[in-house]
């Protein structure tokens, strides 16, 4: 695995409604969490993903989830969990908080059939968030399936979410019908992650969102990660 060297302060500060100071202070604790990034990258070593890269804000995220202090985050893709691990890193710390995610196994091949080396393919006989640490998975609801399916069905069960985070592939018309699902369970102040790959390209389903919920996305510097906070809802 890779360390990341150069995490976006302002970006947590504005996703998670805190200082700059506490933000600054929430990312270095993340950046501490050198046991855990040590049982990641031995996880990854084993399975020859050394130089793997998931979501490319993980400091970000385990300090996000620090400051809002959430009861429901939803994860949509896991891979190997190096996302998980830190979210469900910063629920244990908060000490309250479950994380809700949602994962569509594939084992994509390579040429003559052979399993494919992608960073984000799963390795012969690992299951989605394979990387996570044990003593981290109390807190974790893995749901795998299609997040079509899966999606609806945790929008039907939590009364509340206050923190998203989107790390697939999508389709606008996805987006639109599974954001419609999850806004009616975010409150003003919840926040919203969506990975928009390496173009960085802002999608018109979450600037359609935001719009609704009165805000703007911010892009992590840098990255294709786009995020917003939830203001209340705007009235057509």
């Not at 504005?14 to 990034?37: D, I, Q, Y």
């Not at 990258?41 to 020859?48: Q, S, T, V």
């Not at 385990?62 to 996302?83: C, D, F, N, Q």
Request: aromatic share 4%.
């Amino acid at each position: 695995m890779q360390v990341e060297e150069d995490p976006d302060i302002a970006w947590v500060a504005a996703l998670s409604g805190r200082s700059p100071g506490r933000a600054t202070r929430a990312v270095r604790e993340a950046a501490g969490a050198r046991r855990l990034f040590a049982q990641l990258d031995r996880e990854h070593r084993r399975e020859g993903r050394a130089s793997y890269i998931e979501i490319d804000a993980p400091l970000e995220l385990h300090a996000i989830a620090r400051l809002t202090r959430p009861r429901h985050v939803l994860e949509v893709g896991v891979s190997s969990g190096v996302s998980s691990a830190y979210l469900l890193d910063a629920l244990r710390r908060n000490g309250r908080g479950t994380l809700h995610s949602v994962d569509l196994p594939s084992r994509p091949r390579g040429r003559r059939g052979r399993a494919s080396s992608a960073s984000w393919s799963l390795p012969a006989g690992r299951g989605s968030g394979w990387a996570v640490p044990m003593e981290l998975r109390a807190r974790w609801d893995l749901r795998l399936g299609d997040k079509a399916e899966v999606v609806p069905l945790l929008a039907r069960e939590l009364s509340r979410i206050e923190l998203v985070v989107y790390d697939v592939p999508h389709q606008e018309a996805d987006l639109d019908r599974e954001f419609a699902l999850l806004d009616p369970r975010m409150p003003a102040g919840a926040v919203a992650i969506v990975d928009h790959g390496p173009s960085g390209d802002l999608c018109r389903a979450l600037r359609s969102w935001a719009r609704r919920r009165g805000t703007v996305p911010v892009r992590r510097t840098g990255l294709g990660l786009y995020g917003m906070r939830c203001g209340r809802r705007v009235r057509a």
